[in-house]
Every structure is written in C-alpha cells, then in structure tokens.
C-alpha cells in the first residue's frame, strides 16, 4: 500500500510556529485544498491545505505542537492508489464478495466523512481567532454563506442569540457537579430555603448579565454644599429639621441628567430588529434591601416631584416593599435605577444593569476627603459614583460627559434649593 506524508509548505515568516487547530481525523476523506491544520504566530493565522486527495491514515500532529516548513503533519493514501488496489480481486474471490467489501468500505468512509465534515466548520482564520477571543467553539455556529462557512458577523449572531441555551448547559452543569460530593460529608450543615423574592429576582440578574456588555464608570461628586444645605433643612410651621435622606436629591439631580442625557433613558429589548424604545416618563428605579431580599420599586414621574415629596415617597415604597405590600406592576417600568450603599458602607462597586434599563447608578458611603482646590488643599465631602452602562448603546465618552453632568447636578451650583 502507498502512502504519501503532506508536509507543511512553504510559509514564510511562519517558523516554529504553533498548531491551534487540528481540522481532520484519522480515517477521513479529504479532498484537495480541504484545510487540514490552522498555525498561529504572533501576527496571524494561516490554514495548510491538503495538496490532494486522498484518506488520513495516520496525523502526526496535535495542537500545541510547534511546526515549521518541511515538517511531516499528515500521512494520506491517494484515492487513486486505493482505488487500484480495490480493484486488484484476489484469484479465489468472487464478484459478490467484493462488491460486499466495496458497499462495506464505501458505508464507513461516508460515515466517518459525515461525521468529521458535519463537526468541523469551513471559516478564515480571522474569524476562528476572532471565535477564539470569545471562548466560542467556531464548530458549533452555523455557517450563512455557502457550503456552509462561517462570518465574523455568524458569530457575532451566534453569540448573541445562544445566551437562554447556555444558561441552561450551564445549570445542568452546576447541578452535576454539586452531586458529586454531599456538603454534609465535610462537617455538619443546615439546609434552608432560597427566599421567594431572591429566587424570583435571580433569572432578571442572570438575564441581564448575560445579554448586556456591561461597563462601569467610577467617579466623585463634590457635595460639601449640598449636604450643607439639606442638615440646615427646617419645617417653616413647626421649625423643626426635615429629615431629607441624600438620597432624595441624587433622584432629581438623575432626574435632570437624563433629560439631557435621552439615551440613558431608553431601553433596546428589541435589539434584533434594530430598534430601541427612547422614554418619555421619569420612573426611578431604587434598590431597596427588605429582609426578603433585593426589591426595586420605581418612584413614578419623578420631574414633577420636589425634593420633600420625592423624600416622602422613597420612604412609602421603601416600607411597601420591607411589608411586601408593593404592587408587582410598580417593579416593572422604569428609566433607570440608583443602588445605594451609602447607609450600609462602602465606597466604588460595579452594579448590574435592571434589565431591560440601559444604565444603572451605584452610590457609595460619601467621606471627607482633603482635594486639591486652587492650590491649596482643602476638606470636601466627596461621594462616590458607580455608573454601570449597557455598551451596546451607550459608549465611555458619553458615560463620562452623563456623570459630569450629575457631579455638576450634585454640586455647589445645584438649581434644585428651589424644589424643596
């Protein structure tokens, strides 16, 4: 029987380089200019294509190997010698048994080509490294242009679309592995039940980190006048001090930053068609911590509102959601959400987007803290902002103009005195 060994051609630059991608199996009919290996050096990729057809006898290579030209990867037997050798019939057999072994042989290698030919996609190498950045396995996405071959733009589909079915894998996944070992094994432990509202919100936060890109935008706001002015806050009847948390003001200094800024308040559940729904209310969105769990309840029109009347409500839904007494269509449609830490602690954090909201605002626990003013330095109460964007609409230029805006909202030139 003849063999033939196909040998990494002529590559230029690429010497010693690596294997990424092993593209046939042992057994497999190949046809001339079919890819048989993808290397990769540190500017590109390149596929080495079969010189002719032929059947994989044996692969000399995996990947990780280092290959440079003249090395031997693939051993083939041509098409051409096996089909001479099938049909030289030894002298005692007859038509019918070798037409058996031809219908026998036939039947495995279409076998054995269906299946590596149906697991291996055709694509460029731009596009199985660009696959590779993203983790992705470049076999499972379906081609759209002929025969099947895979574009940048099919992964990037594939990619957005398979998020419910990996979720589901991985589920699977994670319940496999917890059953491999028993936690009672190591010690003694107590089996209690999820919380409703954590089990129900859990599918929204999976939802939302898996289908937005998130980034966050750290920054500070100065509030030393702010906070001045809201502890000097007195009832003109009774002269008593008001108890305005800050929060109350951040809600109307957002409130303001999303008129300027629209496509904070927007919302592009309907990505696939291209759309995106631009809002024309202000619901804010507060993150209120219940002994239940996260609850979000959305304080409605929130432009219409001064200060005193925003601060009433935020206490009214607060207790409504501590009581679960909150209606559920109230957690449904919002602008945008503030989670605050300030009462708790802490300062930067990285908060998950309320899907289907674009944009979701974290504050810290503000601080005095000696800033740099004019040449001197001097004491100022500094708030700490956590902006987490949905990148799919909104980039870092405009994140970082949209908290400009809310620092100078949050500021010493605040126009909102006359709202209280």
């Known amino acids: 029987m003849s063999k033939k060994d196909i040998k990494v051609p002529n590559i230029g630059e690429f010497k010693d380089v690596e294997i990424i991608e092993v593209l046939v199996e042992k057994n497999q009919k190949i046809k001339k200019n079919d890819p048989l290996i993808t290397i990769e050096s540190d500017k590109s990729s390149v596929e080495i294509p079969s010189p002719d057809d032929g059947i994989i006898i044996n692969l000399n290579v995996k990947i990780g190997d280092k290959v ?57 190498p731009k596009v199985r490294k660009f696959a590779r950045e993203l983790g992705l396995d470049i076999n499972k996405v379906p081609g759209s242009e002929r025969q099947g071959r895979v574009t940048e733009s099919d992964v990037k589909l594939f990619v957005a679309n398979k998020s419910d079915k990996s979720l589901k894998v991985q589920n699977i996944t994670e319940q496999r592995t917890d059953q491999e070992y028993s ?21 929204y936060l999976i939802n939302s980190w898996s289908k937005i890109p998130h980034v966050t935008n750290h920054d500070e706001a100065d509030i030393t006048e702010l906070e001045e002015f809201r502890t000097s806050l007195t009832d003109i009847y009774t002269g008593e001090k008001k108890k305005i948390t800050p929060l109350a003001f951040i809600v109307k200094a957002l409130t303001s930053s999303l008129k300027k800024f629209p496509n904070f308040n927007t919302s592009i559940d309907d990505i696939e068609n291209g759309k995106m729904t631009v809002k024309r209310y202000y619901h804010i969105g507060i993150a209120v911590d ?36 909150i209606d559920k269509k109230e957690l449904f449609g919002g602008s945008m959400t503030i989670t605050s830490l300030g009462g708790i ?3 930067f954090f990285t908060p998950i987007i309320n899907y289907p909201e674009v944009a979701i605002l974290g504050v810290g626990r503000a601080e005095k803290k000696q800033v740099f003013i004019d040449g001197k330095f001097v004491t100022r109460t500094m708030l700490p902002l956590s902006l987490s964007y949905d990148h799919r609409i909104i980039d870092g230029a405009e994140a970082a103009r949209f908290n400009n805006d809310l620092k100078e909202n949050l500021g010493k030139n605040f126009a909102y005195k006359l709202a209280v």
């Open 68 to 124: 440079s030209e003249g090395d031997r990867i693939i051993e083939i037997e041509t098409e051409e010698e096996r089909d001479r050798e099938n049909k030289e019939l030894p002298k005692k057999q007859t038509p019918n048994d070798q037409k058996k072994i031809d219908l026998k042989n036939n039947k495995e290698f279409k076998s054995s080509t269906i299946k590596n030919f149906s697991s291996i996609a055709s694509a460029s």
């Open 345 to 347: 602690g802490g300062s």
């Open 290 to 325: 219940t002994p239940h769990g996260l609850m979000v309840p959305k304080l409605r029109n929130a432009d219409n509102k001064n200060i005193s009347l925003i601060s009433k409500e935020l206490k009214k839904i607060s207790q409504e959601c501590r009581d679960l007494k």
């Open 183 to 203: 936690h009672s094994e190591f010690g003694e432990v107590d089996i209690k039940d999820i919380p409703r509202v954590k089990k129900l919100s859990s599918k």
